[in-house]
């Protein structure tokens, strides 16, 4: 009933609208994502309805679980960290076990699936885990993913010898990328670097930015239906 409310909801603002299931995680609950979508386009044929996901990737290491999403999902948002010591030092099973084998596999399976195109990896870097950026960023090319997102968990203790670990970082990235592009004409979006194209050569006036629509063109819907301006604002009064 929930999702039936927010489809109506939604159908009564916009003409094309994008759902994205955001964590917890979306591959937990399957059923409602194929429910919502059903009702959506079987209700309200006349828009445009799209619908991504962020995930851990762990499920999509089941064939099955891709199977039953086959149609409607079309973009996925990957969160893994890179190499297997980075991914493995923050993101582990409640047994302690890292995840990245089976994330490492969902991957591998969601590129497959959708295409490099509509992949997105996501790389989270702690102070403890950007000096593997680079090597992370490597391998998540060799793989064979195209677009990648680097995001850093601004909260924790980041001194002066770890943020310059992180500038070092990025210059081997940006340099490794460029030369993909220029000597083989790799077709790579490395979110940070693109934005920062755009911005200085005035391709796309920036304006007010923001992550998650806030105010524009987006907002976060709980569980239970209560409307937040942003995901991130979940839970403020």
């Known amino acids: 009933e929930t999702a039936k409310k927010i489809v109506d909801f939604l159908a009564k603002e916009a003409d094309s609208i994008f759902i994205g299931w955001f964590g917890g995680e979306p591959t937990l609950n399957v059923r409602v994502i194929?429910?919502?979508y059903e009702y959506?386009?079987?209700t309200?044929?006349?828009k445009?309805?799209?619908m991504g996901m962020t995930t851990n990737g762990v499920l999509l290491s089941n064939k099955e679980i891709i199977r039953r999403l086959d149609g409607v999902i079309r973009s996925v948002i990957f969160s893994i960290?890179?190499?297997e010591d980075a991914h493995d030092m923050h993101r582990k099973f409640r047994?302690?076990?890292g995840s990245w084998r089976y994330v490492r596999d969902g991957l591998i399976n969601a590129l497959n699936w959708l295409g490099a195109q509509n992949v997105t990896a996501r790389l989270t870097l702690t102070p403890e885990t950007v000096q593997y950026m680079f090597e992370s960023v490597k391998?998540?090319?060799k793989l064979g993913v195209r677009k990648l997102f680097v995001g850093i968990v601004p909260e924790l203790d980041w001194d002066v010898?770890?943020?310059q670990t992180m500038y070092n970082q990025y210059q081997l990235c940006g340099e490794f990328i460029l030369r993909l592009i220029i000597e083989k004409g790799y077709r790579i979006h490395f979110g940070q670097a693109r934005q920062g194209f755009e911005h200085l050569v005035a391709l796309r006036p920036r304006g007010r930015h923001s992550h998650c629509g806030t105010g524009r063109n987006g907002v976060c819907f709980d569980v239970d239906g209560t409307i937040w301006a942003c995901h991130r604002f979940k839970g403020y009064k």
Do not use: E
């Open 161 to 163: 010898d770890t943020l």
């Open 40 to 42: 959506a386009t079987k």
């Open 48 to 50: 445009r309805w799209v």
């Open 95 to 97: 047994d302690g076990r």
């Open 139 to 141: 391998y998540l090319i």
């Open 34 to 36: 194929r429910y919502t």
């Open 81 to 83: 960290d890179g190499v």
């Open 44 to 46: 309200y044929p006349n």
